[in-house]
């Protein structure tokens, strides 16, 4: 496994880092505890040392089975990212969408960031994963409703109490990022990224650079469009998300299979799969510390894993992106 330094802090992160969305089981249409739980401790033993979570994945549970996961493993051998700022269990802030939870009750997820909620939810993150403090707090989304100063000084005392080692944002823009930092000194920012999703390239990569942030690419695997398994047609699970997204459209797929066997090669010769190969890809741009990674059992965790075990060329990755730069996926 290869480690990464997060910005200006003295966290040390596993640069394949368990994304725990999936393991939630909301949205990806359930989760089988047991199977997550196996994961996270195939994925620890390959040296994924870090975590990362959010309360609103699965409305607790996937910070539950993090929690039953890392019971046995010595606190200061993990790194935990965890997030808030998004409830579903009151009505203040921004609506952001209708959902349903695991066992199919309406509810309605809001952007909410204010200073009670923040400390609430925190104290609540800490029961569900059985610690007394979070490497990493980061807010989940801009919460427009909020003054930022009050969300970060709330973040600032949890940090003075213990509870929190640093402070991170997810979803910013760089302007976002600059206007909190007047206030608290933040490690990181996590954004969506993949070979599909390169927008951050334009700003937030290059503030990050120079202002020496470390990026959290979640999402890189693209919710499994850049596995190289799916295919024109492929069937969803009912009440998995993914249906109805635009990459996943029969067209979508169809162009990402033809850019995915572009870059097979270089896959083959180094006895990579195609999923490897992009996760090797992502940790390996520019102002990247870690890419998220998300697996429902120990084989994807060991898979996931293993993709550190080898590196990749400039010239290789010069070839892949001549390819990528071709892939055009219709909005």
Same mark, same amino acid.
């Given at each position: 496994?290869?480690?990464?330094?997060?910005?200006? +802090?003295?966290?040390?992160?596993?640069?394949?880092?368990?994304?725990?969305?999936?393991?939630?089981?909301?949205?990806?249409?359930?989760?089988?505890?047991?199977?997550?739980?196996?994961?996270?401790?195939?994925?620890?033993?390959?040296?994924?040392?870090?975590?990362?979570?959010?309360?609103?994945?699965?409305?607790?549970?996937?910070?539950?089975?993090?929690?039953?996961?890392?019971?046995?493993? &010595?606190?200061?051998?993990?790194?935990?990212?965890?997030?808030?700022?998004?409830?579903? #269990? !009151?009505?203040?802030?921004?609506?952001?969408?209708? $959902?349903?939870?695991?066992?199919?009750?309406?509810?309605?997820?809001?952007?909410?960031?204010?200073?009670?909620?923040?400390?609430?939810?925190?104290?609540?993150?800490?029961?569900?994963?059985?610690?007394?403090?979070? #490497?990493?707090?980061?807010?989940?989304?801009?919460?427009?409703?909020?003054?930022?100063?009050?969300?970060?000084?709330?973040?600032?005392?949890?940090?003075?109490?213990?509870?929190?080692?640093?402070?991170?944002?997810?979803?910013?823009?760089?302007?976002?990022?600059?206007?909190?930092?007047?206030?608290?000194?933040?490690?990181?920012?996590? %954004?969506?990224?993949?070979?599909?999703?390169?927008?951050?390239?334009?700003?937030?990569?290059?503030?990050?650079?120079?202002?020496?942030?470390?990026? !959290?690419?979640? $999402?890189?695997?693209?919710?499994?469009? !850049? +596995?190289?398994?799916?295919?024109?047609?492929?069937?969803?699970?009912?009440? #998995?998300?993914?249906?109805?997204? &635009?990459?996943?459209? #029969?067209?979508?797929?169809?162009?990402?299979?033809?850019?995915?066997?572009?870059?097979?090669?270089?896959?083959?010769?180094?006895?990579?799969?195609?999923?490897?190969?992009?996760?090797?890809?992502?940790?390996?741009?520019?102002?990247?510390?870690?890419?998220?990674?998300?697996?429902?059992?120990?084989?994807?965790?060991?898979?996931?894993?293993?993709?550190?075990? +080898?590196?990749?060329?400039?010239?290789?990755?010069?070839?892949?992106?001549?390819? !990528?730069?071709?892939?055009?996926? %219709?909005?």
């Amino acid at each position: 496994m290869k480690y990464r330094k997060l910005g200006n +802090t003295d966290l040390n992160l596993s640069a394949v880092t368990f994304g725990s969305f999936a393991i939630g089981g909301w949205f990806w249409g359930g989760t089988e505890q047991k199977s997550a739980v196996e994961a996270i401790k195939a994925a620890y033993n390959l040296g994924v040392t870090s975590i990362d979570t959010a309360p609103v994945y699965g409305q607790g549970l996937s910070e539950e089975i993090v929690g039953e996961a890392i019971k046995d493993i &010595p606190r200061d051998k993990i790194q935990i990212l965890n997030k808030f700022g998004m409830r579903w #269990d !009151l009505t203040k802030g921004t609506h952001v969408f209708k $959902s349903q939870d695991n066992n199919g009750k309406a509810i309605d997820i809001y952007k909410y960031a204010g200073r009670e909620s923040i400390i609430h939810e925190c104290e609540l993150s800490l029961k569900r994963l059985g610690t007394d403090y979070i #490497d990493l707090y980061q807010l989940h989304w801009p919460d427009v409703t909020t003054p930022i100063e009050e969300t970060m000084d709330a973040v600032n005392q949890l940090i003075k109490e213990g509870k929190v080692r640093y402070a991170g944002v997810c979803n910013f823009n760089e302007e976002q990022f600059a206007e909190a930092e007047k206030y608290i000194n933040l490690a990181s920012n996590q %954004v969506s990224y993949s070979m599909a999703s390169r927008g951050i390239e334009e700003k937030v990569v290059p503030y990050c650079l120079e202002n020496g942030k470390g990026i !959290l690419a979640y $999402s890189p695997l693209e919710k499994g469009l !850049l +596995t190289g398994k799916m295919k024109p047609g492929h069937k969803f699970a009912e009440g #998995d998300q993914r249906a109805v997204r &635009p990459f996943f459209t #029969d067209e979508n797929l169809r162009r990402t299979s033809a850019f995915m066997e572009k870059i097979k090669p270089i896959a083959d010769a180094k006895g990579l799969s195609l999923a490897q190969l992009v996760i090797l890809w992502t940790i390996e741009q520019p102002a990247i510390t870690i890419a998220l990674v998300g697996a429902r059992n120990a084989e994807q965790a060991i898979q996931n894993a293993k993709a550190m075990e +080898t590196s990749l060329t400039a010239e290789e990755i010069e070839l892949i992106n001549s390819h !990528l730069n071709q892939l055009v996926l %219709v909005p």
